[in-house]
């Protein structure tokens, strides 16, 4: 997916921690058994603020990110 001044989207990340004895059990969840396997992909993450911390002080992050040969630049702000 490319980023465009235009394009307009909203991100749910899902983090899990599961056991390995968990993962046939994970695997039996219709939903996740029609998702494709991830490929691998090295990611070159770059977070920037001034020498102060002002962006993190005003629940700002600003991240540069570099996924093989596509870059996505991200700010975001604590929920409020």
């Known amino acids: 997916m490319h980023e465009t001044a235009s394009t307009s989207h909203k991100e749910l ?10 993962l046939p059990a994970l ?3 219709p939903l996740l058994r029609t998702l494709t396997t ?15 911390q002002e962006l993190r002080k005003k ?8 996924v093989g040969t596509v870059i996505f630049r991200r700010s ?3 929920a409020i």
């Not at 991830?38 to 102060?52: C, G, K, L, P, Q």
């Not at 629940?59 to 570099?66: A, D, F, I, S, T």
């Open 76 to 78: 975001k702000q604590a």
């Open 13 to 22: 990340e899902i983090k899990l921690a599961l056991a390995p004895a968990g």
């Open 27 to 29: 695997k039996k969840i």
């Open 38 to 52: 991830a490929r691998r992909a090295t990611e070159i993450s770059v977070y920037f603020d001034t020498d102060n």
């Open 59 to 66: 629940g700002l992050m600003l991240r540069v990110r570099r």
